[in-house]
């Protein structure tokens, strides 16, 4: 016998049902928002293979926090780089 869900909604809506477990994915959106980046940046990073790792469930995309936070520590710059001269003048 085929064991249904108790969850009577499509797979990316959002829903307590992982947010209650101790498994803190988040969606897309508000990846988007804490990145201050456009969704489509997110996707277009998906596809040529860049940006934090992601995990897909069902067609929906989520991301965890602690990757999140090794995208941004393995981005740190505590150099001054060219791009930065302008500031120096």
């Known amino acids: 016998m ?6 009577n909604h499509p ?3 959002q829903c307590s049902c992982l947010q209650n ?4 994915l988040l969606n897309e959106s508000k990846v988007a ?10 996707q277009r990073w998906r596809f040529v293979g860049e940006g934090p ?6 067609g ?9 936070e090794a ?5 740190l ?3 001054p780089s060219d791009e930065d001269d302008f500031l120096r003048t």
């Open 21 to 24: 477990q101790s498994i803190p």
């Open 53 to 58: 790792p992601y995990v897909k469930m069902g």
């Open 11 to 13: 797979p990316c809506q």
């Open 33 to 42: 928002e804490l990145l201050d980046v456009k969704k489509k940046t997110l």
């Open 71 to 75: 995208l941004i520590e393995a981005n």
């Open 77 to 79: 710059h505590n150099k």
């Open 2 to 7: 085929e064991k249904q869900s108790t969850h």
């Open 60 to 68: 929906c995309v989520r991301y965890r926090r602690e990757d999140l």
